[in-house]
């Protein structure tokens, strides 16, 4: 059903969704609550090519697994981009690159036995660019991937981006930590940058003052769009990356599609929409050493500062393994959170800490509401729904977070240690939550409710 004809099915006064950090009308909506969703869908802009590809081939990459590709892939896509948009192509073979930047109406489509094996060298990935970290701005190294101010612009194939981090690169900088399987070398730590960086937030130092590239130790994004629109990401696996695997920032209409997530790094999270308006992601595998799905909207005083929510999200048909979290919000989400809803998706893995999991605190705040769950399989998992307000600074800020209007349904959980972990602030408790229609079984520990005073379970079993 076309757009335009799937309007005009809508009961009357149904919100509508247009234009970059639009919000819905709340006050109207839908009679069926998940016609949210299909409207979500509905909304999102399809990305367009020509029919014409250009092969980095002619361009000079080589795909012998050693020669330096970077120029070669950069430029094929700045002529596919001056000819008016196609596909840039990489055939079967091993690339080697540094960054990567995509400009508007380009699909970069890594073939079926293919591979991009990124360098490790940071100097790969200079000059600094105006990105985000932690949800702060910063100008910093950029992503291995990276598209600024673009439109139309794509991801595709059934080939691997290899960021080539592990325990020697990329992952050290991380320092010390209570996960650690990375080495620690001397002078190379992003604690002291990560601190000062906050300072700088605090401070309202200007961004193009924030430079944190070389010599700051902070680990580039893996795939960054930046205030782009009509974005696709499809069909490729995502291994070993430096740090967030797909990072999608201040961007309309995303679509996240059959992709495949593998590392298992420090904050290699799967899937980070970042105060994006009009996202779907769907048939996704994530097996990461940190959250699978987040969704943020900027840290503290950046968050507020740009105030643009993460909003009018559609999850589907994904599949969650290990990692912190399945379905994540925040706990950058200083912007807040709305719309956001799941459905048909499976988890399972002893190493998945939580299934359903919204982190925020006092300094960060932000308003999370409206989320929708139903349909979700969960085989093993350490909790399954956990609600954290203390999170890192807990009750030390003046920005109380709000979480309201939760409604998880039709969840099958076979083992947990913990259901509920939910942990309000007295003055600021946990709003309102709903379950239904869900059973959980095997369940070997006692809930932990703190200042949650309107969970309502309807038809639970356990």
């Known amino acids: ?253 995303v679509t996240v599609r059959g992709i495949t997530c593998t590392s298992h790094g420090p904050n290699n999270d799967g899937c980070d929409p970042e105060s994006c308006n009009l996202v779907l992601i769907e048939d996704c595998l994530f097996d990461t050493g940190d959250d699978c799905i987040a969704l943020k909207s900027g840290r503290n005083e950046d968050g507020r500062r740009i105030g643009v929510p993460i909003q009018n999200v559609l999850i589907r048909n994904c599949a969650m393994r290990d990692g912190h979290g399945g379905l994540v919000i925040g706990s950058e989400i200083s912007g807040g959170a709305r719309n956001i809803f799941m459905e048909d998706c499976t988890m399972n893995s002893p190493h998945l800490e939580r299934a359903f999991r919204f982190k925020t605190n006092a300094r960060r705040g932000g308003v999370i509401e409206h989320v929708r769950v139903r349909n979700v399989k969960i085989g093993q998992v350490q909790e399954a729904l956990v609600v954290n307000f203390f999170y890192e600074e807990g009750d030390k800020g003046q920005f109380l977070p709000q979480v309201n209007d939760l409604v998880i349904e039709n969840v099958e959980c076979k083992q947990a240690e913990r259901v509920f972990h939910l942990r309000g602030f007295k003055n600021n408790p946990v709003g309102a939550i709903t379950v239904r229609n869900s059973s959980f079984e095997h369940v070997s520990g006692a809930d932990v409710i703190e200042y949650a005073p309107q969970l309502t379970l309807e038809n639970v079993r356990r």
């Open 1 to 253: 059903m076309q757009r335009r004809e799937f309007l005009k099915t809508l009961p009357v006064g149904a919100f509508v969704l247009t234009g970059t950090g639009c919000a819905t009308d709340n006050k109207t909506v839908p009679a069926d609550d998940w016609a949210r969703a299909a409207l979500i869908e509905a909304s999102i802009q399809v990305t367009e090519f020509p029919d014409r590809d250009f092969s980095v081939e002619d361009f000079g990459a080589r795909a012998d697994g050693e020669s330096d590709s970077s120029l070669a892939i950069n430029r094929a896509i700045a002529h596919c981009h001056a000819a008016g948009g196609g596909r840039v192509l990489l055939s079967e073979g091993v690339y080697r690159s540094g960054a990567i930047h995509l400009l508007s109406n380009v699909n970069l489509h890594v073939a079926a036995g293919s591979k991009i094996h990124f360098f490790t060298d940071p100097k790969k990935y200079l000059p600094a660019v105006l990105t985000r970290w932690e949800g702060m701005e910063i100008m910093g190294y950029s992503p291995l991937i990276y598209a600024y101010k673009q439109d139309n612009i794509a991801i595709t194939g059934a080939g691997i981006l290899d960021g080539g981090a592990d325990d020697q690169t990329w992952w050290p900088w991380k320092g010390k930590h209570s996960e650690q399987h990375w080495d620690l070398i001397p002078g190379e730590d992003q604690k002291p940058a990560r601190d000062r960086l906050q300072e700088d937030v605090l401070r309202g130092v200007p961004v193009a003052e924030r430079l944190y590239a070389d010599g700051s130790f902070l680990r580039p994004a893996f795939v960054q769009p930046y205030a782009c629109t009509r974005v696709l990401i499809e069909g490729v696996s995502i291994v070993r990356s430096p740090f967030w695997l797909v990072n999608p920032v201040l961007c309309e209409s």
